[in-house]
């Protein structure tokens, strides 16, 4: 099974739930009052395989989350904040492949 792990074992700065983060790629959004630009998707590396569990890289593809460029400046708080599209996506979205969990063993 997947060990059960804390969010900064992800390598990631910022973490939510709920959001469609493929949708924010080439996008201007504003989370909690700080204005970012969406890059790409932050694709996972095989360190998790070692670190999480075999097969992890591959289960993450697709669910690594979101490169952004921060485009004001700001502080960021812990707790429930607010999304806000800026602009329309530039350029058409990826499709992303998401493996079942099952895959993770």
Known sequence: GVPALGADWFRRNVIVEGLDLAALFGVRFSLG?????GIEESRPCHWMNQVVAPGAEDWLRGRGGLRAKIASDGELRVGPTELRLLQEATRPLPALRKPPLSSIK
């Not at 009052?33 to 630009?37: I, N, Q, S, Y």
């Open 33 to 37: 009052g700080l204005v970012f630009d």
